[in-house]
């Protein structure tokens, strides 16, 4: 241990255990100062003596791969959590509409009907020319060839060209929206403003739901 003059400040290396528990005294050689000195541990613990203090971290060598300090995770961006909520909505809202009749009630909660047995029927399209552009009148029936009531829905009626590009699109509301079983609803819808260049319609019938997703 070290010991130092309480005058002249002189220190001296002694070993420990020449400083009995008790303390001894001891005699400055430089200026002949007695004084009591106490033992390490007593120094130790009335806080004369400090710990050392931790070493100091070493800086990393050049190139090294190790990260100097680990880096808290950065929070996800408010963006993100939209984008991935909304998305999840959509696969549930898909697979949903995909296994529909897995669950009878969740079709009448969002709308969805079974109308199963519900048909198209002799319909006939009607080409006309007026100041350069086509006009089709569609008349046909939509026919309930089940045994039990359907609910009807909208129609969509759609022009399409040869290439599969939609020209135009109308939805027909019919005028009841329940067809008792062996009933025929006769519609007569009139598309307008469509260029020449029509390959043929097509007929669709869903409620909002259905034609979204369709």
């Known amino acids: 241990m070290i010991?130092?003059?309480?005058?002249?400040?002189t220190q001296y290396a002694v070993p420990s255990e020449a400083i009995p528990p008790q303390g001894k005294k001891v005699k400055c050689s430089n200026c002949g100062t007695i004084w009591l000195q106490a033992p390490l541990?007593?120094?130790?613990?009335?806080?004369?003596?400090?710990?050392?203090?931790?070493?100091?971290?070493?800086?990393?060598?050049?190139?090294?791969?190790l990260p100097a300090a680990m880096k808290a995770a950065a929070p996800v961006p408010l963006w993100f959590k939209l984008a991935f909520g909304v998305c999840t909505l959509l696969a549930g809202?898909?697979?949903?509409?995909a296994n529909h009749a897995k669950f009878p009630g969740l079709e009448k909660a969002i709308g969805m009907e079974n109308t199963?047995?519900?048909?198209?029927?002799?319909f006939n399209v009607i080409r006309k020319r007026q100041d350069n552009r086509l006009q089709f009148a569609v008349e046909g029936d939509i026919a309930n060839e089940s045994d039990k009531p359907r609910p009807l829905s909208d129609v969509r009626i759609q022009v399409v060209t040869k290439g599969g590009?939609?020209?135009?699109?109308?939805?027909?509301?019919?005028?009841?929206?329940?067809?008792?079983?062996?009933?025929?609803?006769?519609?007569?819808p009139m598309i307008e403003n469509i260029s020449g260049n029509a390959d043929k319609l097509v007929l669709d019938m869903g409620n909002k739901w259905e034609m979204l997703f369709r």
């Open 93 to 97: 809202c898909s697979w949903a509409l």
């Open 3 to 9: 010991i130092t003059c309480l005058s002249c400040k």
């Open 41 to 65: 541990e007593a120094l130790v613990d009335v806080g004369v003596i400090a710990p050392p203090p931790p070493p100091e971290p070493r800086p990393l060598p050049k190139h090294s791969n």
């Open 165 to 188: 590009r939609v020209m135009s699109a109308v939805n027909f509301h019919p005028k009841t929206t329940l067809l008792q079983p062996g009933e025929v609803l006769h519609i007569q």
């Open 116 to 122: 199963e047995g519900v048909v198209f029927r002799n």
